[in-house]
């Protein structure tokens, strides 16, 4: 009887402490705004690839006297090639031109650039989701003007 005591107290307490982080977790509508945002701005820039979400916790943008930079982060489910051949294919209509490309195993890097900024994607395929990491930013002024 006293096992059973103690096992529904740990459960009760771990069904709490899971209600408690799921309410800290509620977002304001400011922060779905400066969310929705960032996304749309790296979408009119950027292919975003379908049906993955963006982390915003693990996601920064940085914009300041013309200098623009962010690491924005989706996840999802994909193979690594299939993702790959999207990015090759999708990103020099965006204006974008590969500098290289890195493919192992169930990983990928992808560098590419336009005449005033540089973009680096990587994807990460894990056993239960994909990781979809995208590093943008503005070339310093002395590298696109010449």
Do not use: H
Request: contains cysteine; glycine residues 6%; positive net charge.
């Amino acid at each position: 009887m006293r096992r059973f005591k103690v096992l529904m107290a740990v459960l009760v307490m771990a069904l709490t402490m899971g209600c408690a982080s799921l309410s800290k977790n509620k977002e304001t509508p400011k922060e779905v705004k400066k969310k929705v945002d960032v996304v749309q701005r790296l979408a009119n820039n950027i292919p975003l690839y379908p049906k993955f979400k963006y982390q915003p916790d693990k996601s920064f943008f940085f914009e300041s006297n013309g200098v623009k930079a962010g690491v924005m982060v989706f996840q999802g489910k994909s193979k690594v090639g299939d993702m790959v051949n999207f990015y090759k294919q999708e990103m020099p209509g965006y204006g974008w031109t590969l500098v290289s490309a890195y493919q192992y195993s169930n990983q990928a890097l992808l560098d590419f650039t336009a005449p005033d900024k540089t973009c680096q994607i990587s994807v990460e395929e894990k056993p239960f989701n994909t990781i979809l990491t995208i590093r943008t930013g503005t070339k310093e002024p002395e590298t696109y003007t010449k």
